[in-house]
């Protein structure tokens, strides 16, 4: 089992950078493929970005390209979201989760952390 938990939200204004952290415990965090996802309020939880076990693969939404990063540090069992140019649409509870599959698809995601808020104002 992998238990996530993320941190790293906050209020910030269009433009600027924030970089999300999820630290992972259990002892197979390099079995799985890890993503982020978001949900805006009254909206449906959305892939944002994946990365595969060894780190040297990544994809992304197209929300996503060109301004976030996904990275992950197997030895230290953390999962980074480095986000720039942020705009007020990306205001979301962003959430960490672990995979099997290194997927885009919230189904195949087994293990979810709790969620951290980030607000972009204009």
């Known amino acids: 089992q992998v238990q996530l938990a993320e941190s790293g939200g906050g209020l910030v204004q269009a433009g600027d950078s924030l970089r999300l952290s999820c630290a992972a415990s259990g002892s197979t965090f390099v079995n799985y493929a890890m993503g982020w996802f978001r949900q805006a309020p009254g909206k449906e939880r959305e892939f944002v970005a994946a990365v595969n076990w060894g780190g040297d693969s990544t994809y992304y939404a197209d929300s996503a390209k060109g301004r976030f990063t996904i990275s992950r540090d197997n030895a230290k069992k953390m999962v980074y979201l480095q986000m720039n140019s942020l705009k007020p649409e990306d205001t979301a509870v962003y959430y960490c989760?672990?995979?099997?599959?290194?997927?885009?698809?919230?189904?195949?995601?087994?293990?979810w952390g709790q969620g951290t808020q980030v607000t972009v104002s204009s």
């Open positions: 989760a672990a995979t099997l599959y290194y997927s885009g698809s919230a189904e195949t995601y087994d293990y």
